[in-house]
């Protein structure tokens, strides 16, 4: 069966840093791949979507890298704020139409 | 634009009643609704997929009878818990697929808290 990990380890980084989040899978590569951010007691927030053949994309202060050699995805988040901290989690999904399965999230905490 | 509700967003009940959660896509059309839960400092666990029109499709392990899903139009999905016990004390969240990107996305509603005591 599929596993999606995340670092379950808390993130703390001070203000101004980059934090880097990775996201692993095992076996067959997801059509797409998407981020979110959750809050205490939140339903999660849409972040970005990178499909299979994509190696980056970029919003703002956010890029999401998408290696599929290393099943791997990286999630950075550039200039780091304290507003920055929560719950990030990435979700896959193995074909177009497909139910999105979600990682167990990291906690990223930046201090300023 | 692609704003989901849920309401209520916090519901206490007895045990052995039934609590309806209801979820809304606020301005957008959304097919496919999906349920999940989650417990604290976990993640969020699917458990049905609903189309609009059509049964639930449930995850395995997950009771169709205890958690009854009805999704009558495109912008409204409820979520019934049925004969309610401690154990199904939860954070439930709804989530619509999906204005942008083809569809791809899910927008989530900020989720129910339900304690059943």
């Known amino acids: 069966s599929q596993k999606i990990e995340q670092n379950s380890e808390a993130l703390n980084i001070q203000e101004g840093k980059t934090a880097t989040l990775t996201c692993n899978y095992t076996?067959?590569?997801?059509?797409?791949l998407q981020w979110y951010r959750q809050d205490p007691g939140r339903g999660p927030v849409f972040l970005l979507l990178?499909?299979?053949?994509?190696k980056e994309k970029r919003k703002e202060r956010l890029k999401v890298t998408f290696d599929t050699t290393l099943k791997q995805s990286l999630f950075h988040i550039t200039a780091s704020q304290p507003a920055d901290s929560a719950t990030y989690l990435c979700?896959?999904?193995?074909?177009?139409?497909?139910?999105?399965?979600f990682g167990g999230g990291t906690r990223l905490m930046v201090k300023p | 634009g692609a704003v989901v509700s849920q309401h209520p967003s916090r519901v206490i009940c007895k045990s052995g009643t039934s609590v309806k959660i209801e979820c809304r896509s606020l301005?957008?059309?959304?097919?496919?609704m999906f349920w999940y839960r989650q417990f604290p400092k976990q993640s969020l666990m699917l458990m049905a997929t609903s189309n609009e029109g059509s049964k639930a499709t449930y995850e395995q392990g997950v009771e169709k009878d205890k958690f009854l899903i009805n999704h009558a139009s495109l912008t409204l999905s409820t979520l019934t818990v049925t004969s309610a016990h401690p154990e199904d004390s939860s954070f439930y969240i709804c989530s619509a697929r999906g204005a942008g990107e083809v569809g791809y996305e899910q927008y989530f509603g900020p989720g129910t808290r339900l304690t059943v005591t």
């Open positions: 979700a896959l999904a193995w074909n177009a139409g497909n139910m999105l399965t």
């Open positions: 990178i499909r299979e053949n994509e």
């Open positions: 076996n067959y590569s997801p059509a797409y």
């Open positions: 301005d957008f059309q959304a097919t496919t």
